[in-house]
């Protein structure tokens, strides 16, 4: 099975500041990775799909890149709203594997 | 409005059965995919379980397969998850999640969850 590694696990940055975030396929898996974003205490949302396209409502602030097997995700100005951990889900095929987490924290 | 609701979560005995229901709204129920995503408490999210639109395909994590079963009733619009032989490590908010198309795909639309307690 294909595993999803993200990193890193946890980030402490200032509102304002650029943000990456890492996910890493063991295998190819072309575009079919998808991001979630979960607020505390919250459900998992959908932010962006086909690695790039971003969901509809979603700020435009988040934005995806990457090809079979590194992705990444960035916020170009942290916002205090943006406090989360963010997940990459790899969709090729069954399983539909989870990275394990980033939690973004405002310095 | 796309409504997702689960129910049935609750507490088990370890080796214990419980039936998740998710009832879904506002789309047209049998022409997409839907997935069981559950989060233990403190951790990250955890892919289970996902069926095609029709139900003709399901697929399990290795760590459930045996012991989980992943069913829907499109005449009802509803997606079960049959948990039989439960442990310790299975207690979790389990989520119901809509894919966005009619097989393996992401996931468009969350439900609230339901809690799976397993304790003796």
């Known amino acids: 099975d294909i595993q999803m590694t993200q990193s890193p696990s946890s980030l402490s940055a200032s509102v304002g500041d650029r943000v990456t975030i890492t996910c890493r396929a063991s295998q190819g898996i072309s575009n079919y990775l998808a991001w979630y974003q979960q607020k505390p205490g919250k459900v998992p949302k959908l932010l962006m799909y086909a690695a790039s396209t971003l969901q509809s409502g979603v700020p435009s602030r988040f934005s995806g890149s990457g090809s079979g097997t590194d992705f990444t995700l960035t916020i170009s100005s942290l916002q205090p709203e943006d406090v989360a951990t963010y997940y990459c889900q790899k969709y090729t095929s069954a399983p539909l594997t989870f990275g394990g987490g980033t939690k973004v924290e405002i310095k | 409005e796309v409504q997702l609701v689960e129910s049935g979560g609750g507490l088990v005995q370890p080796g214990g059965s419980l039936r998740l229901s998710c009832a879904a709204s506002?789309?047209?129920?049998?022409?997409?995919?839907m997935s069981w995503v559950r989060q233990a408490p403190g951790k990250g999210l955890e892919w289970v379980s996902a069926?095609?639109?029709?139900?003709?395909?399901?697929y399990h994590a290795d760590s459930v397969r045996g012991r989980f079963t992943i069913s829907r009733d499109n005449s009802k619009n509803t997606l079960y998850l049959q948990m039989n032989s439960l442990r310790a490590e299975d207690a979790a908010v389990y989520y119901c999640?809509?894919?966005?198309?009619?097989?393996?795909?992401?996931?468009?639309?969350w439900g609230q969850g339901t809690l799976v307690t397993v304790s003796s």
């Open positions: 506002g789309f047209s129920f049998s022409s997409y995919a």
């Open positions: 999640a809509k894919g966005a198309g009619y097989r393996n795909d992401y996931s468009d639309y």
């Open positions: 069926i095609s639109g029709s139900g003709a395909s399901t």
